[in-house]
């Protein structure tokens, strides 16, 4: 039975079609990793590595740590990551990650505060149904006797709210690992470090939100069994993609990194890549043509419809005889609900409220009101008192019929 993780269950909620490839094919992705996830890694590399000698009583100055944040930059970096955002350099985000570790230094120096008892642990969670999960706690620290901290550094670009990390599936599954290994633990915090901006989001775990969050993660991991038997991964598309490592081989983005070896296609011509954009360049502005002159053709149509009807009420014609067609006339009623700038619409609004029929018409939808008042559903009270609130208009049809 495969071992989970959250970010392995992540992966197929943000696209089933990005786990198949990389958790069932375990296809190499074509594209190198993004900027955002190396510079992520060389700085809770670096904390890692400052931490490890706090740990051993030897404190490392900042120089220090910035010099070791450097050596790891330039060991690790490789020329295929990736900067998606155009406007910003890899250097920018280097800068980015020092500044996150000298604030980090100034705030928690000289980093003795809890004792640290692990750092990258590595930590089991047995579920139910026999399934497993496993993740890496940052750092772990004892705050004393059964009570435990966890502590995970973030370099994302915003805070997230507090009810974002109180709902945190990866918080969750951390402080139940930290309850299977050490069962005598009382208290757990679950600390988030935003190092870009020097500020915590903490938050903690009840055990009715902890039994939750086993069923609703045991419920997504059969999710993800059951697509696995019946092989289905569809492409899921958001913003996410353009940091995908996988975007080359995906059918929605593919096209853009062709080569110009010819594609098949359904009518089993062919063309070249450059040839199919040039194509889907011409079907936009042919479209974007047909949506102009269709524009002007309902402007004519209702133009010529509208002196047709005028022509009718003037002359008491009901029909009206061309060469080929013949255009007949019919006069409808319905009723309209007042404006939202209207009292009237405030006032009908209490009124369904109080009849408790608000919810059924979803909130003020008028094809349901007026569904329901032709339907008879209402008492003769309730319709009576519904239709006082409303207007009556009136609206005259053109139908043509060949002659």
Not at 71 to 97: C, F, H, M, P
Not at 243 to 272: G, I, N, R, Y
């Amino acid at each position: 039975m495969p071992l989970y993780s959250h970010s392995r269950l992540g992966t197929y909620e943000n696209c089933p079609f990005q786990y198949k490839l990389r958790y069932v094919d375990r296809v190499k992705p074509l594209l190198g990793n993004t900027i955002e996830s190396f510079m992520g890694s060389m700085v809770h590399d670096a904390l890692e590595w400052l931490y490890k000698l706090a740990r051993d009583s030897n404190v490392a100055s900042k120089a220090s740590l910035l010099e070791k944040y450097d050596q790891l930059w330039s060991e690790k970096w490789k020329d295929d990551i990736r900067v998606v955002k155009k406007d910003l350099t890899a250097e920018n985000y280097k800068q980015t990650g020092k500044g996150c570790l000298e604030m980090y230094y100034d705030r928690h120096h000289p980093f003795n505060q809890d004792v640290n008892i692990g750092l990258e642990e590595r930590m089991i969670i047995e579920l139910p149904e026999g399934k497993k999960m496993q993740g890496y706690i940052d750092r772990l620290d004892k705050i004393r006797d059964n009570h435990f901290a966890v502590h995970d550094y973030k370099t994302s670009s915003r805070v997230p709210p507090q009810s974002k990390a109180d709902q945190d599936r990866q918080l969750g599954l951390y402080a139940l690992a930290v309850h299977q290994r050490y069962p005598e633990v009382e208290k757990i915090d679950l600390v988030w470090h935003y190092v870009r901006f020097d500020e915590e989001v903490r938050s903690s775990r009840t055990q009715k939100q902890l039994d939750n969050m086993v069923s609703s993660t045991v419920s997504l991991i059969n999710e993800v069994e059951a697509a696995t038997d019946r092989k289905e991964f569809p492409t899921k598309t958001s913003m996410l993609c353009n940091w995908c490592e996988f975007k080359a081989q995906c059918p929605e983005f593919s096209h853009q990194f062709a080569s110009e070896q010819k594609v098949p296609t359904l009518d089993t011509a062919s063309m070249t890549a450059a040839q199919a954009a040039e194509t889907v360049d011409k079907l936009a502005d042919l479209k974007a043509k047909k949506k102009e002159m269709n524009a002007d053709m309902d402007a004519m149509v209702a133009t010529l419809e509208s002196k047709l009807i005028t022509y009718s009420k003037e002359s008491g014609h009901k029909a009206v005889f061309g060469k080929d067609y013949k255009a007949s006339f019919r006069k409808s009623e319905g009723m309209k609900i007042p404006d939202k700038k209207d009292l009237r619409r405030y006032e009908l609004e209490s009124s369904l409220k109080d009849m408790d029929i608000w919810e059924d018409l979803q909130e003020m939808s008028a094809y349901l009101l007026k569904s329901k008042l032709k339907s008879g559903e209402f008492t003769s009270e309730q319709k009576a008192s519904i239709l006082k609130y409303m207007d009556t208009e009136s609206s005259v049809s053109v139908s043509m019929k060949k002659l």
